[in-house]
């Protein structure tokens, strides 16, 4: 690749559309950092852009096909079986992303020799080039995947082409295995004017690991102490679902900052299950990619009572509390959180086998494998991921898109490469004919394979004055979304404050006395004793929220002053205050918050404010110490 030069003037700058000096789009790929460019000046040091390496990123794959970009995401996994739904949906085996990229450089790169084996036998270009000039040959090389270098020197992938700093696939090796097997296929080369690539054979005594069960995800979530407590107050219950309900990452940040949640997985989680939260916007926040939603999906899961239930019923059993998301990434993550609770739940009772016979039959009646024996047959709870992934995708293809299949070939979509990891046939069978023999609304995804080629994303819900959030099955929580819109235009009114009391209006914000200084003009709203800041009123969601509590306002003439304590004279009311900060939470669309404290907060009003209606409810004891 080219190579791209700094930015002299502006160091600082991580544009998304990096470039050289010809403007050509450049991305280092393999640390996923833009390269400076595209702010009018040079200097003269230029930095060498890391090659592809057979890395996608949602820069590469931003103008292809939702199932393109299905396609190459999952050459990327080991899960074989959605790779071939993709493929059968419709995705081409031949796709590529911006920088050229296959789904067979993307394979090799990850490693799986099962996803590689069954791109081979799509007859791919072995010689296809990146930008950079290398080929899946070199990706493999490059990643030290010993084996798939075999499996591509037998298929015939040439060894004698040079990416664009002149390298052969052999002069990337990083190991002695690789090594060793690009001068054993040399070797065999010059050992017979008539050779069969394919006949060749190359042992060695450690290979590397593949498509073993993916460990557990590593936990993350940092308690937090709220700087409120609202615990139990209906009122900010309702704030919350509606907040959710528009922008679920800041719902979330919400009920854990403001104390409407202990600040644990599970309590978080628990909060997804209230009446009025919209199903489809738990679904799409719980398929995020946010390591916070990594473990809000396995806590969420939890509360499911998976044990001795089948494939199918399981699914129909964790669906109660959520919609399906649309996008098939974020349906395998929670697929994926959904097989490891039943993995756990069944792992546990394993000493236990009586329980079986003793267990209730699960919600739903299912002529299926169940319990420990289905355990036992699927081996381990990557492959029962990929079994419940498929079983959506087979629900899809018939109901949906209203095909048929024969078992036949639904048996050939769940099998393996080798022998080892067969699922019995007897398992199989029964979950065909349980989803051919009806459609299960629980299992049903119209929009899995949409032909829009832009991203599927959640539309905002509006509240209803009386608290209620558009979601189409709850009557009695809402009546229309013409009704809202209007009365929004009427009286700017914050969406998710519809029927609570709360005074609002523009203020221009300022923190003076710390590093960190914030300066703006803000849509603000006084509710609960909480002071929320938004980007307009018509923001589906807050910003960020101060706590008035123990906080006392002033008028100085131009301002209103918000401090911790009350000064007079020149004084504070208390000599040595157990806290001098006035606190706030700057809420993030992951679901995390972060602390701030002012030493004071000065909020300049417009000359349409009245002073004295701020100050009132700002600091009254009615409007503010009464709900904290």
């Excluded at 789009?25 to 996923?32: I, K, M, P």
């Excluded at 029927?499 to 003076?512: E, F, I, M, Y």
């Amino acid at each position: 690749m080219g190579a791209a030069r700094s930015c002299a003037e502006k160091p600082w700058c991580l544009s998304p559309h990096a470039c050289d000096r010809d403007g050509q789009t450049y991305l280092d790929l393999v640390t996923a950092i833009p390269s400076h460019g595209q702010c009018g000046t040079f200097d003269e040091e230029v930095i060498e852009v890391e090659c592809p390496a057979g890395a996608i990123f949602p820069e590469t794959l931003q103008n292809l096909k939702l199932l393109d970009r299905h396609f190459l995401v999952f050459c990327g996994t080991s899960n074989l079986v959605a790779l071939r739904w993709v493929l059968r949906f419709g995705a081409s085996p031949s796709t590529h992303d911006s920088n050229s990229t296959t789904g067979l450089h993307v394979a090799c790169r990850s490693g799986s020799g099962s996803v590689v084996s069954e791109l081979l036998r799509h007859r791919p270009s072995l010689d296809r080039a990146d930008v950079a000039g290398w080929t899946p040959l070199h990706v493999a090389a490059r990643m030290s995947r010993c084996s798939i270098v075999v499996l591509l020197l037998k298929a015939g992938a040439p060894i004698w082409v040079r990416n664009s700093h002149g390298e052969l696939p052999s002069d990337m090796c990083l190991d002695g295995a690789t090594h060793s097997a690009f001068a054993s296929f040399q070797e065999y080369l010059l050992s017979s004017p008539q050779i069969n690539a394919a006949a060749w054979s190359f042992y060695w005594d450690r290979p590397e690991a593949e498509d073993s069960e993916a460990p557990l995800p590593t936990p993350f979530f940092t308690p937090q102490h709220p700087i409120a407590n609202f615990r139990g107050q209906k009122e900010a219950v309702l704030i919350a679902t509606r907040v959710f309900n528009a922008q679920p990452g800041y719902g979330i940040a919400f009920i854990r900052a403001a104390g409407l949640a202990h600040d644990y997985p599970r309590s978080s989680s628990k909060f997804l299950y209230q009446d009025g939260i919209n199903r489809k916007a738990v679904g799409h926040f719980l398929g995020q990619t946010f390591a916070m939603c990594e473990t809000l999906r396995l806590a969420f899961f939890s509360r499911c009572e998976f044990w001795n239930t089948g494939v199918v019923s399981a699914l129909v059993e964790a669906r109660r509390g959520f919609d399906w998301p649309e996008e098939l990434q974020q349906m395998s993550r929670i697929v994926y959180a959904i097989a490891i609770n039943w993995w756990t739940c069944h792992e546990e009772a394993q000493n236990f086998q009586n329980l079986q016979q003793e267990a209730e039959a699960p919600l739903v009646e299912l002529d299926e494998i169940r319990g420990l024996d289905l355990k036992t047959d699927i081996g381990s709870a990557e492959a029962l991921q990929h079994m419940m992934l498929s079983v959506l995708c087979l629900h899809h293809y018939m109901h949906e898109q209203r095909n048929d299949m024969d078992f036949e070939a639904w048996k050939t979509l769940q099998s393996s490469q080798g022998t080892a990891g067969e699922i019995p046939d007897e398992l199989l069978y029964k979950i065909w004919r349980v989803v051919r023999k009806e459609a299960l609304p629980q299992l049903s995804v119209p929009g899995l394979t949409g032909s829009s080629g832009g991203s599927h994303s959640l539309k905002i819900v509006l509240p209803e004055a009386d608290g209620t959030s558009l979601e189409e099955g709850d009557k009695t929580l809402l009546e229309n979304v013409e009704q809202t819109e209007q009365s929004l235009a009427q009286s700017e009114q914050i969406p998710w404050l519809q029927g609570l009391p709360s005074l609002q209006g523009w203020l221009n914000v300022s923190t003076p006395g710390l590093e960190a200084d914030v300066k703006g003009r803000l849509w603000a709203s006084v509710c609960l004793g909480l002071l929320f800041f938004s980007l307009s009123p018509r923001a589906a969601a807050p910003e960020a929220f101060v706590s008035l509590s123990g906080v006392f306002p002033s008028w100085d003439g131009g301002s209103i002053i918000l401090e911790k304590w009350r000064s007079i004279d020149g004084k504070s009311e208390s000599s040595s205050p157990s806290n001098n900060f006035v606190t706030g939470a700057l809420l993030k669309p992951d679901g995390s918050w972060k602390e701030c404290n002012f030493l004071k907060v000065e909020l300049g009003l417009t000359p349409q404010e009245d002073p004295q209606s701020w100050l009132s409810w700002l600091g009254s004891i009615e409007n503010t110490r009464s709900w904290v």
